[in-house]
């Protein structure tokens, strides 16, 4: 950023009071995140890039060390700013004032001073190191020094050395190594060197981005099972009176405009990734994304679970990309065992920690609308009940998180999922719902799933102590939609007395604990396996738990879809990547 059209001494000012944030910054080896590094330098001439100059200049504050600036307002502002860190600044550049710099330095070093030099300073080209510091070394006999960085988080600014600035609390990674001494040094080994520090901070700086807190999990998530969450029961109480106008012809105005200003937005980032003014980006393994129009309820995590299978029988090393809530984690890892569950809201983050791990291939789950992670295939979950028995309207004024029909649009494939009963009416609001989305994209493959219910299975020791057949007398749940799940009790067990429906993911408050296992009796609770790992821990393990299980029934269109699916995860070559997010 050029100060040149603002007074010295305020761009002075303001960047002292900039200074401050290289406090938090956390300072680490490679070869020793764990624990703080201060490299005191020795009598050495240290060679860096210029993008750097900010984190090590506070590092290496109060050290005495000698540098060069060049002498234009530039370099005014920042001998100031390096001279008040405690630097010997000498002034000059390699296209103004070179050799009065290079002399002033070599007096510097012959008194017993370190040095440390941009090399590529002060306009670039960006990482291509000038002669300057191989002169150096050769005039004084002194060793070189490569210095590398890189850091967890920050940002970089449009100029031409992409220069650096590590975000506040950022862990910043540095590493030293020597690059030869005197006459044997070259201009090529230095720069060789400084290549292979700075790769060796960025991989450090990758890997303590996979592993920062909250970790990539398995089998746990941002909710822990059995964790009530602050605000549950007024959370609760607003999602029932915003889903009970889902049905309304016409919802409550103030739904309405919310629905408004949240399709608006949503609708704009979409335009912006279509005109690529917001990049997608790529994973180093095919990805197959499964996701739905409606904000839950589609059957996402079992159909997520189902490719994934699907795949590991078609010889391939599937991961699971999951949001994290430890519902849903506890799930995918119980229908997929052989798949590696990964739970974190960043799914390109996700991506890479699992092609790490050894992945061929990665299912996101619910990622849909997650377009920052570029796709080999989009699978799009079209829900026949929120189609066939609600507003149409988008979130909150009804459970669409965008148009349907727009986003059967973008969608490589289509499956349309339902929990009721497959009757005549069904069967013919479905052959309807097929000709619509034929019609919107034509020459999409379209797959048909029922999801049903199997036989009710004991998840506690008190129930599998139970002799006869299951009783439960209360069916609880927290799922986005408890009326079909209690309309499955129901017709599977004449025992339940009483239903009880949470918030979507939601854990029984404290005063509702009592109420339920009392409502419970003997014959104990019956719910979802999905709802399984959040319920389980309220209630004592002698008291009957059952389960519901849920199965999946392809009534058309799963070997199409199962072929395309195998040809996503083998068609792709593995791009250009980088060096990862």
């Not at 303590?208 to 990539?216: C, L, N, Q, S």
């Amino acid at each position: 950023m050029s100060a040149r059209r603002i007074p010295l001494g305020v761009a002075v000012g303001t960047l002292r009071a900039v200074l401050p944030i290289g406090r938090t910054w956390r300072f680490r080896h490679p070869d020793d995140p764990g624990r703080p590094y201060r490299p005191v330098l020795e009598h050495e001439i240290h060679a860096c890039w210029h993008e750097h100059l900010l984190p090590l200049a506070c590092l290496f504050a109060g050290q005495g060390v000698a540098t060069l600036a060049s002498r234009d307002r530039d370099g005014e502002i920042i001998s100031r700013l390096l001279r008040g860190l405690g630097y010997d600044v000498a002034r000059g550049s390699s296209t103004r004032g070179g050799q009065a710099g290079f002399r002033q330095l070599a007096r510097s070093f012959a008194q017993g001073r370190g040095v440390i030099l941009t090399g590529d300073g002060p306009q670039g080209p960006r990482r291509s190191l000038k002669d300057g510091t191989a002169r150096l070394a050769t005039h004084t006999g002194g060793p070189v020094t490569a210095v590398g960085l890189a850091t967890t988080a920050g940002w970089r600014l449009s100029s031409w050395d992409r220069f650096l600035i590590p975000a506040p609390g950022a862990t910043v990674f540095v590493s030293l190594t020597a690059a030869g001494a005197g006459t044997t040094v070259t201009t090529r080994r230095i720069e060789a060197a400084l290549e292979r520090e700075v790769a060796r901070c960025e991989q450090a700086a990758r890997e303590a981005r996979w592993a920062r807190p909250p970790a990539i999990v398995r089998r746990s998530g941002a909710d822990g099972p059995g964790e009530r969450r602050r605000g549950e029961a007024a959370r609760r109480a607003i999602e029932r009176r915003v889903r009970a106008h889902w049905r309304a012809p016409r919802p409550a105005p103030a739904l309405q405009t919310a629905a408004r200003a949240f399709g608006l937005v949503h609708d704009a980032r979409h335009r912006f990734y279509d005109l690529r003014l917001i990049s997608s980006l790529y994973a180093p393994l095919p990805v197959i994304s499964v996701g739905g129009a409606t904000a839950g309820g589609s059957g996402k995590t079992p159909l997520a679970a189902c490719i994934a299978r699907a795949l590991d029988e078609a010889g391939h090393r599937a991961a699971i990309l999951a949001r994290g809530y430890a519902d849903e984690l506890e799930l995918l890892t119980r229908d997929a065992p052989r798949g590696r569950v990964w739970g974190h809201p960043d799914r390109l983050r996700s991506a890479w920690r699992a092609a790490a791990d050894g992945a061929t291939v990665a299912v996101v789950d619910d990622g849909f609308q997650h377009r920052r992670l570029r796709r080999d295939l989009d699978l799009l979950l079209l829900d026949r009940d929120a189609l066939r028995r609600t507003n149409g309207s988008r979130l909150p004024a009804g459970p669409f998180r965008e148009d349907w029909r727009w986003a059967a649009s973008r969608a490589d494939a289509i499956i349309t999922t339902g929990r009721e009963p497959w009757t005549d009416d069904v069967a013919g609001f479905e052959s309807e719902l097929g000709a619509r989305v034929r019609s919107l994209a034509n020459g999409v493959p379209i797959a048909t799933v029922v999801f049903g219910t199997g036989s009710i299975t004991p998840a506690s020791a008190g129930a599998r102590a139970w002799t006869g057949p299951p009783a439960p007398r209360l069916a609880l749940t927290g799922i986005m939609k408890p009326n079909l799940f209690f309309a499955q009790a129901g017709a599977r067990c004449a025992s339940v007395r009483e239903e009880h429906a949470l918030g979507d993911h939601g854990v029984p408050s404290p005063r509702e604990h009592a109420a339920l296992a009392e409502a419970a009796g003997r014959g104990g609770v019956l719910t979802t396996r999905k709802d399984l790992p959040r319920l389980r821990p309220f209630f004592a393990p002698d008291l009957p738990i059952w389960v519901l299980p849920e199965t999946i029934t392809w009534k058309a269109g799963w070997e199409e879809l199962r072929l395309l699916i195998v040809d996503a995860a083998s068609g792709r070559e593995a791009p250009n990547l980088g060096r990862g997010p």
